[in-house]
């Protein structure tokens, strides 16, 4: 496994791999979620390369960039064991030569639900990920559907910009208690990791209206909140539910509220002391996304 920290040995290595080429970027701190990604890619792909790199400008002031639970040695020995065979890890001053400010806007967005959370957090995630691509150009690129939003402001830039490269969403890998893995969880305590059992609960409640014939958006939201509010050591920021596919809302003019092409997705974020999970399940099929 390559190891390669500058773009300029990244467009050199890069020229001589086997296609198709997959990328699947992580910030590190892997976990048995990522290694799903990096496994489909490994199926598929000529050549995988994993990106290693925490990148600051997805974080906001107050945030976890500092303490981010990310141990590079192991986590290049869970890529090398999932057969990556190359990582491409930057340092700052690489993805973010002297004095650029250059951003990419991921447009109307950016600006809800995580947007509006995080203020200029899906700018960041476009920004790095265009970088990423630019430096790797892979043919297929690996995203996991826990984070639904960032899918789709990825698929968005992609189609956008022209890239050219097929984003492969993969399905989220849930504990045995249904919580999504996370490599926030290196943060919870105990009590709170049991109480975080909540938010893939009170997705499933509202799956389960949903499945009763609830159509009402607020109502399914309404579903959401309540489960959440009977934790207390959990703090919602938001419950939404929103059509899958352009996250906007789920009766759009024209399609009858029981169509057959009806799409929905509820994602909720909710923190436990310091740290902030998030999750979502597609309400109208039996699949995450
Ligand atoms: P991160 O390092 O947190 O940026 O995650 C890197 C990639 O792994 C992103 O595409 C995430 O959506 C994906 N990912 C994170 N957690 C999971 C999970 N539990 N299941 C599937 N994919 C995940």
Redesign the pocket.
């Known amino acids: 496994m390559k190891i390669i920290e500058t773009v300029a040995e990244m467009r050199s290595e890069r020229a001589r791999m086997t296609s198709p080429v997959a990328l699947v970027?992580?910030?590190?701190?892997l976990h048995a979620?990522?290694e799903?990604?990096l496994h489909a890619a490994r199926r598929r792909a000529g050549t995988v390369i994993a990106s290693l790199f925490l990148n600051p400008t997805q974080f906001g002031e107050n945030e976890d960039l500092d303490r981010y639970p990310a141990d590079r040695e192991r986590d290049l020995a869970v890529m090398r064991k999932a057969g990556v065979d190359a990582v491409f890890a930057p340092s700052n001053s690489e993805m973010y030569p002297p004095d650029d400010d250059f951003v990419v806007d991921p447009g109307a967005i950016g600006e809800i639900l995580e947007g509006a959370h995080r203020p200029g957090h899906l700018r960041g995630v476009s920004t790095v990920v265009a970088k990423l691509f630019i430096a790797t150009r892979p043919d297929l690129a690996y995203?996991?559907?826990?984070?639904a939003q960032?899918i789709e402001v990825v698929r968005r830039m992609a189609r956008g910009l022209l890239f050219g490269i097929e984003i492969v969403p993969?399905p989220?890998?849930?504990d045995e208690n249904g919580l999504?893995?996370?490599?926030r969880h290196a943060y919870l305590s105990d009590d709170e990791r049991v109480a975080a059992k909540v938010v893939y609960r009170s997705l499933c409640r509202a799956r389960d209206a949903w499945e009763a014939g609830e159509r009402d958006k607020t109502t399914l939201e309404d579903v959401i909140r309540a489960v959440i509010d009977t934790e207390p050591l959990a703090t919602l920021d938001y419950a939404a539910v929103v059509d899958a596919r352009t996250f906007g809302p789920i009766s759009e003019p024209g399609q009858g509220a029981s169509g057959p092409d009806l799409t929905a997705l509820a994602l909720v974020a909710a923190r436990f002391g310091s740290t902030r999970l998030i999750d979502n399940i597609r309400l109208d099929r039996n699949v995450t996304f």
């Open positions: 970027p992580t910030l590190g701190g979620g990522h799903a990604l995203f996991g559907e826990k984070d960032q993969i989220t890998v849930r999504a893995l996370s490599s």
